[in-house]
């Protein structure tokens, strides 16, 4: 593709004329010749026309949810996103900026991230936000490293149900300082959390932190987060939570959360097979200085009039380098600008609606996959908005899995930790009820799951 | 260049419609009242007229590549294709959810693949991991690879040390930090690592070294070959920082250099869009030796089926949910396509001649430290401007009124008052010869002005100081203060 490169006649010319050589080579002598590579070893550039051919080619290989009832969640979401959103994120004056290192120059973007973070703090009742991080998973390492910044301990609690996904992240950010990541049992029955386990794990004086999401990683909302504050005392309170979530739940804020993080992709930003996602990250105030990640700040320019500016910046790497409160430079701010579009658009009532909704489906299919011999759904008895776990007491869940996919279906996915030698709870699948899915599709869900189980009224 | 932004005095997303009702959403059955909200969020409720009107307003008040020469050193703000928007927009490759079951996500695993080899040929190393989701993401992963590989040869107790050049990107000692490591920093000798210094600095403790070449200062390191050499020699590894790739690609590659592992940045060499912040996508790379340790999954090939492969025993783990940022790669893999072999390497030639081309006229403004011969950037001092009570940061500002961004400025530190300009290979002889006449203009004009600039923006000179002495972040802060003086304060944003 030339035209990406300007190729006015002559203009490469022009510019090695004015600088007195003749050919490129001359401005790579400083590479070392031993150090020189051959070619790449890739193909011939092609014309737009055909990159789209071969891509789109590549791309149809892909079954994309829309063809399928779609049954998948798991803090990844499908559901529609108004175009409203897409087409400010087509502005290209917000995409093809960088991070607002001249804030004069950047006002939009610094209002729009003012507007974000304005929200994550409504949302989860805490005092500040920042500008984002990565997603989910990764603010809870961050947020993993702010509760030991400001709490003595080696141990990090977290409730075994978490993602496995999750887990690893987390184990990964506790590594460098050499702390450990510890699973809190849940009980067998409803999928809440072991208090009494945090009650004696708190008592010997070595926890730093806890993190406790909401759903939890069955899909359910326990009542004991609810008690943990009172448990805790002074030792952090990390909860994660689903932003739409929040819209009908009590914000964490309110029981006790010192820090409240998240993944914030169902708001406005298309699945993408998993990216780029958003982080969503809330803490107290008297916390964030200790806090990762940009923010923005409202103050005035010299005329008086509000503008807006990243803050409190000694915290960050560019100014503070190896004493920085993290590492993170790039962060999802475009992502952000979705997230508040996407909520604004929609409106406090249509995002509580939503969820009431998707909470509405999901007590349809539990109770179109109750009582089918051979399948535990809900595998646990607690309340839940749009998700929950199911559990086959016979058959692999990827083979049940295919088996609905073949029926296009995407049923879910499976709970257990892919790698090798990973502990097995069992064969166990989150099950979401989107957005999409009508009444028939949930009939269908329970037709072919009797049809796999091999259990009455299962011929589809 | 006459230019002057548009100027909304736009109110604030809550003053276009104040919240009326708190009343509590309808609760949801089975779940027990007292976790459900008391009172609904607190947040507008508005037209999607109004919405749209609000978000344009404001993207009207911000600059970007398609608006403005972007020429921040270390960023490469090149030019964003649009086919790769479009791509990225398709619903098959959009609407994938990552948890779907392999065989119907073939296409992804296919771009992530070959997007895979073409990156593991231009970084000359064997192994590449499309997981992290910026750049400071994968130093920070790749970091714990190399914490991981210690550990399996009983050696990290004692290499605890990563060493990296006072010119190095704030990430790379943050990272290092975050991995458990202590730091050290090797200084510089005309711009370049001093070889002495990192000779006697490497030893027996030394986890890694971590460099960024061509260097902050746009310089090439060419003792490179001795300078891996010193620390392979004292068994320690080598890290590339990939921010600055654009400069070498088919020129040179970490591999041939002698790099265990990298990073590099899509969102820069790659061209996909920053989006005011990020999205990223970091590339990891990894030679034999740490190639075993990148995150799980994998991406294999299994005859025509793509497969993801957890079945890495010395795998690190996650380090982000899901499989990397796709949408990005997916523009990367059409702008990889797109140049091809010979494309990819006048990337480089471009991006080096324009750099030189500006610094060449440019040094005839402002003192250029260090040698001439630059790559994709270059450095500028600002301190004969002090002689007139002017600074880098005047310079900045006054050059945002030409319509074209600022460089990036008081970096690296050890160029005083420094500017690092970054005009990579889209721009076009007009724009460079634009951008340079800029700085002339601005160099040339008086102290009060310099000092007044901005004044096309939005916005005049912003109080940063006061943002960080009294932190307002939220709407909440802002009502909160309202409720305690009595006069509007002039953070309010009502009109």
Request: hydrophobic content about 40%; overall charge neutral.
């Amino acid at each position: 593709m030339e035209r990406w490169i300007p190729d006015e006649a002559g203009e490469e010319a022009a510019l090695r004329a004015a600088l007195g050589i003749s050919s490129n080579d001359e401005l790579f002598v400083d590479v070392p010749k031993k150090a020189r590579m051959g070619r790449i070893g890739i193909g011939a550039g092609r014309e737009e026309a055909e990159v789209v051919a071969e891509i789109d080619k590549i791309l149809d290989r892909n079954r994309p949810t829309y063809r399928y009832a779609t049954f998948l969640g798991g803090r990844i979401s499908t559901r529609y996103q108004p175009a409203a959103v897409d087409a400010i994120l087509s502005r290209s004056e917000f995409y093809t900026a960088y991070t607002p290192y001249q804030p004069e120059a950047s006002q939009g973007m610094l209002r729009s991230l003012f507007e974000f973070q304005s929200l994550w703090v409504e949302l989860s009742g805490m005092d500040v936000a920042n500008a984002s991080l990565y997603d989910g998973a990764t603010a809870g390492g961050e947020a993993l490293l702010l509760c030991r910044r400001i709490h003595e301990g080696r141990r990090f609690l977290v409730p075994a149900s978490l993602p496995w996904e999750e887990k690893s992240v987390l184990a990964n950010y506790a590594s460098g300082p050499g702390l450990r990541v510890e699973e809190i049992p849940y009980d067998p029955r409803t999928g809440g959390l072991d208090l009494d386990f945090v009650r004696s794990a708190v008592a010997q004086k070595d926890v730093f932190g806890l993190l406790a999401d909401v759903p939890n990683g069955f899909g359910h909302v326990d009542e004991g987060l609810l008690e943990l504050k009172a448990i805790l005392g002074d030792v952090p309170f990390v909860v994660s939570a689903d932003p739409l979530a929040l819209t009908v739940l009590e914000p964490p804020g309110s029981y006790g959360a010192d820090v409240v993080v998240g993944e914030g992709q169902g708001f406005g930003i298309a699945p993408s097979f998993g990216g780029p996602l958003l982080g969503l990250f809330g803490c107290r105030k008297e916390h964030v200085r200790a806090a990762p990640g940009r923010i923005v700040g409202a103050t005035v320019d010299v005329e008086g009039r509000p503008a807006y500016a990243l803050t409190l910046q000694t915290r960050e790497q560019h100014i503070r380098r190896s004493r920085a409160t993290s590492n993170i430079c790039t962060n999802e701010s475009l992502l952000a600008l979705a997230f508040v579009v996407y909520a604004t658009v929609v409106g406090p009532r249509g995002l509580a609606a939503l969820q009431a909704s998707l909470a509405e489906k999901a007590r349809k299919l539990a109770t179109a996959l109750a009582d089918i011999p051979g399948l535990k759904a809900p595998r646990f008895d607690a309340p839940y908005l749009g998700e929950f776990t199911i559990e086959l007491e016979k058959g692999s869940a990827h083979a049940f899995l295919g088996h609905l996919e073949e029926h296009h279906i995407l049923g879910g996915h499976p709970l257990a930790d892919p790698r090798p030698g990973a502990a097995s709870a069992g064969e166990r699948i989150l099950v979401a009820a989107t957005d999409s899915v009508t009444d028939r599709q949930i009939q269908k869900y329970a037709t072919v799951t009797r049809d796999f189980l091999g259990a009455p009224g299962g011929a589809v | 260049m006459s230019f002057r932004q548009a100027r909304w005095d736009e109110p604030a997303v809550w003053d276009l419609a104040p919240p009326q009702s708190v009343d509590p959403p309808a609760p949801i059955p089975g779940m027990p009242a007292r976790l459900c909200r008391k009172e609904a969020v607190r947040w507008p409720e508005l037209s999607e007229l109004a919405v749209i009107r609000h978000y344009t307003r404001l993207s009207q008040m911000n600059f970007g590549i398609d608006t403005s020469v972007y020429p921040l050193g270390s960023c490469t703000m090149k030019y964003n294709p649009k086919v790769s928007e479009a791509l990225a927009r398709r619903r098959h490759a959009a609407e994938l959810h990552p948890y779907q079951p392999e065989s119907t996500v073939q296409g992804a695993l296919e771009i992530l693949w070959k997007l895979e080899r073409i990156l593991a040929k231009v970084t000359g190393l064997s192994e590449v991991s499309l997981q992290a989701a910026a750049g400071a993401h994968g130093e920070f992963a790749a970091l714990l690879m190399v914490r991981a590989y210690f550990r399996d040869k009983g050696e990290l107790d004692r290499r605890t040390e990563v060493l990296l050049p006072d010119t190095a990107h704030g990430t790379n000692p943050a990272s290092a930090m975050m991995a458990g490591f202590t730091t050290r920093e090797i200084p510089s000798k005309d711009g370049c690592v001093d070889l002495a210094a990192l000779r006697a600095a490497v030893s027996d403790r030394t986890a890694c070294f971590m460099l960024t070449n061509p260097n902050t200062a746009g310089l090439f390191e060419s003792e490179i070959l001795e300078i891996t050499a010193a620390v392979h020699d004292k068994g320690g590894l080598l890290y590339y920082d990939g921010a600055n790739l654009n400069a070498i690609l088919g020129i040179t590659n970490p591999g041939r250099m002698g790099f265990d592992v990298a990073h590099l940045n899509l969102h820069k060499t790659f061209a996909t869009p920053h989006g005011g912040g990020g999205p990223g996508a970091g590339v990891l790379g990894a030679g034999e030796t740490l190639a075993p340790y990148l995150p799980v999954p994998r991406i294999v090939k299994r005859g025509r089926k793509y497969r993801l492969d957890y079945d890495r025993p010395k795998s690190i783990g996650k380090i982000k949910a899901a499989h990397g940022n796709f949408g990005l790669d997916l523009r990367a893999y059409a702008f990889a396509l797109a140049h091809g072999e010979a494309g990819l390497k006048h990337i480089a030639q471009r991006s080096v001649l324009n750099s030189n081309y500006a610094a060449a006229k440019l040094g005839t403004v402002l003192p250029r430290p260090f040698r001439s011969l630059v790559k994709h950037e270059f450095l500028l001092s600002g301190t004969p401007l002090k002689a007139r009570g002017v600074r880098t940061l005047d310079l900045a500002k006054r050059l945002l009124d030409e319509g074209v961004h600022a460089p990036t400025i008081y970096f690296p530190s050890l160029v005083d008052e420094a500017l690092m300009i970054e005009l990579p290979e889209t721009e076009s002889k007009r724009d460079l010869d634009e951008f340079i006449a800029a700085v002339e203009r601005a160099v040339a004009d008086t102290p009060a002005a310099l000092h007044a600039a901005p004044r096309s923006l939005a916005v005049g000179r912003i109080d940063e100081v006061r943002a960080a002495r009294d932190p307002i972040l939220s709407w909440k802060d802002l009502r909160s203060k309202a409720a305690k003086v009595e006069a509007p304060s002039p953070v309010s944003s009502a009109p």
